[in-house]
């Protein structure tokens, strides 16, 4: 007996009806590589601007630029792409590999918002990892490489995982370690090299059948060359530890088929800077495969100790460090400032195996949007665009 | 890597859940491969039986019955698919299939040759009804206490689908799996060949009546022989018309193959119960069947020849 | 330090209390939910994670880091 495909009209009625029944019931089962493999591509499209003008800098505006004039300066342009592929080998192993290109032009600050300057560049990465299931958790091995011109960086790291009886808790544990070679193109240091090492520690934990939470705490230890090599009067210390605390939640609302993704992560290092970061997302399905996620992310840090403020009576020129400092930059990135992000992505499911997704930010970098405390003068309001568009297959 | 010129093997993993012998059959490239996904197959049974038999504590099915007269009981997306899916069998079998009939069973105990009595009959009666049931924003509540809700005419048949998926998915193309008789087929030998599968005789025990050929799809059997008692020359079987509460008696088994294994039990287990008019409703359904009637009678189609002994 | 003992204390907590139900594996389908998950979205997190780093002085938090690079 064979069985048969002229089905009659009942026949058809009652295989219909099975064919409600769950095909593909997303239970929680034991760690197994995933069913299906996956290619993804994405393009990133990054455009950086600064807000040079008087009004802008308030009382350190340039003494000759012209009252009200808004006058946006370009910073840096970087068209990205980035194709993914997870394959997974049998119900026990599965490999994946990235390869990132990023084609870098425009201009950055010497020292802090001031005297741009040309840059081009091209950086390719590429990483590639394996891992095994395991009956209750999950072991990865990954290597990465990253190479533009003047940087080149090597990383190497382990994850374990460890799941509950339930799947409903899971430990993790990591390793990572870094190798960067540094050949500046004004050769202002020769073969500089910076070496780290990062640990992770984390828990996820299923809560209700609605909500999940994570925790995860992340050391790290790093030597060798800090400083930027294209920026003016930037001397930085040859070491630099980290402690990050991050905690996640995700919550779905069953009534309004919509999730909510939290998170806050505290950050501070050896250098005194401390930072807080607030993400909020909210993912609404919309019908039809369609979903829209509107998010928010707020940032807010202190300054490095050896930051160098910017000095209003000899604007637009840099203010020499203080005499006895051993360490010293007047780098953007290390003064107190708060950012906030505002962004939205559509995402739709063409089919059962196939997916795009666009998403567009703004973020806006100021000093005056510190959390508390005195944020970073001086520094024009930097902005930063971001369109991404991508496609995933599985197969 | 394995080489693709190795040769399939066949590896055979028994197994014991919902109370009967079962196993797994698939042809493999390793020994190791075969046993991870075999045991993945296993787990999935395992996962059915313990979230749906009546008697586990951590079962959805438990929960609902301890509920009867009470609240609703919230359902997840399979249970909530598995009690629209019997709301439809309801419908199409003119209320013969109805999954609130287990509580008849309570008057029947087939270790004893004893017909119960029409008033423990009218008893137990009220308690069933899939109408009754109220089912309303992925809720169930069982408006009388003492009723129940039960998937064992189903279960099982569910059970060897889902395992089969979860193989299927894996890549398997040439096995099947057997969950004491209810089967779910994902290709033929490695050979090509169908599998060559016994249809137990109704009337003696180890005996096979007849031998299908099958290579794909779901193959279920009701019969007349796995629970009852005989009174008086009269064969009283655990199939109980949910109507009467009597137990039906036209056929002594019933066999057929259709693209799942849940859709070939629910038409054996209602074809059963239509008793005389279960013949024209097994060909109205278009699906291969083999059944044996109360005079011991053949009835069949099939679309290769099944051999007969 | 204090920041690492609420941390720890705030772990704790959530083992213990009873605001942690357990969940069935039958009951997991909200979860599997890509959108639910912590990272269904690896692409985009590598991109996310570059800019952030390039621009502001934190670092990390949420995965090992992969490859650095000389951002400006």
Redesign the interface.
Known sequence: MVATKHHTELGAALLSAAMALPCI?????AESAPEKGTL???Y?N?KESQQTSSDALGVYGRADSKSGASAYDDR?LVK?T?S?LVVPLNSEWSMSG?L?TDAISGA?PAYHTQALSY?KDF?R?V?ASVTRYLPNGTLTV?M???G?N??V???A?L?ATRSSE????TWTA???V?R?Q?N?ANQIVLNET?RSS?V?L?????????D???????Y?KGQGYFS?P?KIYDERPRDRT???????W?H?F?DLNA?S?L?Y?????S?G?R?H?LDAEW?QQIGNGW?A?PAVRY?S?TA?KFYVEVDPSILPFPPSPPANAKYFSEDQ??SAFG?LTLGMKLTKQLNLDTKV?V?LEQ?G?KGIWILSGNGSKGLAP?Y?R?L?V?ITRSF | MVSKAMPLKVHRQTFKAMGSACEVVLTSHTQKEAESMANLAIDEVL?IER?YSRYTT?S?IAKINQQAGCEAVQC????WALFQFASQLFDKSDGLFDITSGVLRQAWNFKKPEVPTSQKLEALLPLVGWKKVVLQEQRIALPLAGMEVDLGGFGKEYAADRAAQVLKEKGVTHGYVNLAGDMRFLGPKSTGEPWMIGIQDPRVRDQVVATLPITMGGLATSGDYERYFELNGQRYCHVLNPKTGMPVSYWRSVSVTSPATVVSGCTTTMAMLKEAEGLAFLQATGFDFFAIDHTGQVHLRHETQAALN | MR??AM?IF??LT??GCS???????????????P????DD????R??REH??T?????????????????C?
């Open positions: 019931v997303s239970t929680a089962h993804s591509f994405k990133l990054y840096i990205a980035s993914s990235t990132i950055s840059l950086r990465a990483d990954g990465s490489h990253s533009e003047d940087y960086s090597r990383a790291s994850l339930n799947k409903n808790t990591g390793l990572a870094n960067d540094i500046p910076k990062e992770l984390g828990v996820t934990q299923v809560v209700t059948m609605n999940i939470v994570q925790f995860n705490m992340g790290y930027d294209y980290q402690q990050k605390f991050q905690t996640r995700n779905y069953n999730t993704r998170a992560r505290y950050y501070t290092d250098w800077i930072s970061t993912v979903s996620a940032y840090q490095a990135r290390m950012g997704d998403k973020y970098q930097f930063a971001n991404q991508g | 996962r979230k951590d959805i997840d997306d399979e249970t | 920041v690492l941390w705030a772990l959530l083992q605001v942690v139900q357990t969940v069935e594996p039958w009951q997991k389908g909200n979860l599997a939910k959108e639910m998950t912590f979205d690896p692409l985009e590598g991109y800019i952030y390039s621009k502001e002085a934190s670092a990390g938090g949420s995965g090992l880091g992969g490859g650095g690079c000389g400006n």
